[in-house]
């Protein structure tokens, strides 16, 4: 059975101004509310994508000891600061999202010290372009799962999803990503799926070179 259940939670509507509005300040902020919050604040990629990041960690953690809860809030937070309600033209945006979850979020929640600066730390490295170390299992579970999210069909469509309308453009951010992350797995299990996916990928745009006729 899977650790995370809330992927079949039925989403209903909450308030964007809930975490701000007078008089919820004490109430604790718990994972499910996390969860709205993210497919609300969202758009149609940022709850989708935390869950596959979460289905991944499943996948390529084991042997690895790592807390669960604290996993889950790095996963639906990690990207918030891409999101538009938060997002700033030039902004880093996984810097972005450690800041909110540190100020904002999780200090209303029943997170302990030590906790809260294990997520902020995982939220904070979590970009394939950081060039630092994980800070420890939560963070490398994160980065490896949410590498393996930008490849195989799922990162295709991501990519196309993303536009413009203007298949070179999407190809060339495409490849330039693949290649950046081809080498970067160092779970035994996160390898396997990549060498499966960059496969895939492969064979993609092997099977696009041939029925475009160079005319793409
Ligand atoms: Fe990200
Ligand atoms: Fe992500």
């Not at 300040?25 to 996390?34: C, N, P």
């Not at 490849?175 to 499966?196: C, E, G, H, K």
Request: hydrophobic share 40%.
């Amino acid at each position: 059975m899977s650790k995370f259940p809330e992927f079949h939670f039925q989403y209903s509507s909450i308030s964007a101004c809930y975490l701000h509005t007078p008089g919820l300040e004490s109430s604790l902020v718990t994972i499910e509310d996390i969860q709205k919050l993210t497919r609300e604040y969202g758009q149609a990629w940022g709850y989708p994508h935390a869950c596959r990041v979460l289905a991944l960690v499943e996948r390529i953690s084991e042997g690895i000891s790592y807390d669960i809860l604290a996993m889950r809030y790095a996963a639906y937070l990690h990207d918030w600061g891409a999101f538009p309600k938060f997002h700033t033209p030039g902004s880093d945006h996984a810097a972005l999202s450690a800041e909110i979850a540190r100020t904002q979020i999780l200090p209303q929640t029943s997170m302990p010290a030590h906790t809260i600066d294990i997520i902020v730390e995982a939220i904070a490295r979590h970009d394939y372009r950081d060039p630092r170390p994980p800070s420890g299992p939560e963070s490398l579970l994160l980065r490896e799962a949410d590498f393996l999210d930008f490849l195989g069909a799922i990162g295709i469509a991501r990519e196309l999803a993303w536009g413009p309308n203007d298949i070179p453009r999407c190809l060339e951010r495409l490849i330039a990503r693949r290649d950046a992350l081809r080498n970067r797995f160092t779970l035994p299990a996160a390898q396997a799926i990549a060498s499966r996916r960059l496969t895939e990928m492969d064979h993609f745009l092997n099977l696009l070179s041939e029925e475009s006729f160079g005319a793409v």
